[in-house]
T-cell receptor, first 113, second 115 residues
Framework: AQSVSQHNHHVILSEAASLELGCNYS??????LFWYVQYPGQHLQLLLK????DPLVKGIKGFEAEFIKSKFSFNLRKPSVQWSDTAEYFC???????????WGLGTSLAVNP | DGGITQSPKYLFRKEGQNVTLSCEQN?????MYWYRQDPGQGLRLIYY???????QKGDIAEGYSVSREKKESFPLTVTSAQKNPTAFYLC??????????????FGPGTRLTVT
């Protein structure tokens, strides 16, 4: 069965620190990978996605993620976080042409000013 | 302004009552989804619909029902059979091109409290 694992449940950083949130998935075939963000009181919104091509994907607000097929990973990174990045981050995966997304449990990020 | 609307934002019900949550989209998306979000449990799929008059159960469909009579609307009924209905409910939609998986767009959610 497909599954998504986010290793960090709660992360606390100071402003300007670098961020890396881990995401590993289990699925044997072609995958589509997503990172979503939920800012306090706001809609869940797409940060970035990977379908094919360059495994280094750039998203909104300076975020990027790298798909490493051999490690079944799609880690999210940002070189310097801001207080406004405080949010919950979700990794999600779908297999091939499957519309259903499999979601990780989320990582709560708190950035201290 | 295109998007997904969910109403109401907060909903309170007594145990034993059915309650219907509204979800409307004007994005002309074919597919619509209902999720439940609980703290520390991520998003769990309740039902989804890829086309009008058709829908499929997700991972936690027990105690819920849906209808898809119009492309724009996908209401979710939380029945009295749902053992733990208090949660944050999210509706989403996506285009549904054959042979592709695409991102989902989310509404603002409805927080349901059942006492």
């Amino acid at each position: 069965a497909q599954s998504v694992s986010q290793h960090n449940h709660h992360v606390i950083l100071s402003e300007a620190a670098s961020l890396e949130l881990g995401c590993n998935y289990s699925y044997g075939g072609t995958v589509n990978l997503f990172w979503y963000v939920q800012y306090p009181g706001q809609h869940l919104q797409l940060l970035l996605k990977y379908f094919s091509g360059d495994p280094l994907v750039k998203g909104i607000k300076g975020f990027e993620a790298e798909f490493i097929k051999s490690k079944f990973s799609f880690n999210l990174r940002k070189p310097s976080v801001q207080w406004s990045d405080t949010a919950e981050y979700f990794c999600a995966v779908s297999g091939g042409n499957n519309r259903k997304l499999i979601w990780g449990l989320g990582t709560s990020l708190a950035v201290n000013p | 302004d295109g998007g997904i609307t969910q109403s109401p934002k907060y909903l309170f019900r007594k145990e034993g009552q059915n309650v219907t949550l509204s979800c409307e989209q004007n994005l002309n998306h074919d597919a619509m989804y209902w999720y439940r979000q609980d703290p520390g449990q991520g998003l769990r799929l309740i039902y989804y619909s890829q086309i009008v008059n058709d829908f499929q159960k997700g991972d936690i469909a027990e105690g819920y029902s849906v209808s898809r009579e119009k492309k724009e609307s996908f209401p979710l009924t939380v029945t009295s059979a749902q053992k733990n209905p208090t949660a944050f409910y999210l509706c989403a939609s996506s285009i549904d091109p054959p042979g592709h998986s695409v991102e989902q767009y989310f509404g603002p959610g409805t927080r349901l409290t059942v006492t």
